[in-house]
């Protein structure tokens, strides 16, 4: 297994463009996470997901919109890159069951995302 | 969600082991202790996890109090690897994982 997947690894945006980072698990997980961690910070929950056609918001979701049309796929869309949006960011899965639960969850690699 | 506090951080010396603290005092009943790692800037990695009872595993041991308001995470033999931050995290009902601050720990020669 793969385990989850995260591109680009790193890019450089100007003001006002927009992007999708993608991001790809291979585990069969229903729940699938977007968090954004700045420099010096803990992680920001952005949005999550517990199954496919299903999306929330978590802690920071202004700025960004995610979709959830497939179980291995959540991609995060940054419509108009501000500053702000200057991150690192990392998808997560996890398998919540009824039965096996443990919550752990397995992260990708991250993507470095600069907005100048 | 309920909160968790933790310091910021902590040093240890090689070889003795790491306790570090975290209280929870709004956990609710149903609500799990969660600990992950983050070593410089990777992605995070999942440690271990308790409801009430101590648990153990190869990485750690976790100790839970009674009343649930707080836990201690213990690295029993620290090296210079178990060197990164540690987040203690309580899981809210939807399976949503909030991160705090966590404890930035040293281990040190």
């Known amino acids: 297994n793969a385990g989850v997947t995260q591109t680009p690894k790193f890019r450089i945006l100007k003001i006002g463009q927009s992007m999708t980072l993608q991001c790809a698990q291979d585990m069969n997980h229903n729940y699938m996470y977007w968090y954004r961690q700045d420099p010096g910070m803990g992680l920001k929950l952005i949005y999550y997901s517990v199954g496919a056609g299903i999306t929330d918001k978590g802690e920071v979701p202004n700025g960004y919109n995610v979709s959830r049309s497939t179980t291995e796929d959540f991609p995060l869309r940054l419509e108009l890159a501000a500053p702000s949006q200057t991150s690192v960011y990392f998808c997560?899965?996890?398998?919540?069951?009824?039965?096996?639960?443990?919550?752990?969850?397995?992260f990708g690699e991250g993507s470095r995302l600069t907005v100048l | 969600d309920a909160k968790t506090t933790q310091p910021p951080s902590m040093d240890c010396a090689e070889g003795r082991a790491a306790n570090l603290p975290c209280n929870h005092s709004t956990i609710s009943g149903n609500e799990y202790v969660y600990w992950y790692r983050q070593i410089h800037s990777q992605g995070p990695q999942y440690i271990i996890h308790g409801l009430k009872n101590n648990e153990t595993n190869e990485m750690a041991s976790l100790i839970i109090t009674e009343d649930r308001k707080s836990s201690t995470l213990i690295l029993p033999h620290a090296t210079l690897r178990d060197t990164a931050v540690y987040y203690c995290?309580?899981?809210?009902?939807?399976?949503?994982?909030?991160f705090g601050q966590g404890t930035e720990l040293s281990v040190k020669p």
């Open positions: 995290i309580v899981r809210s009902q939807g399976g949503k994982l909030i």
């Open positions: 997560a899965s996890s398998y919540n069951g009824l039965i096996a639960n443990t919550g752990e969850l397995f």
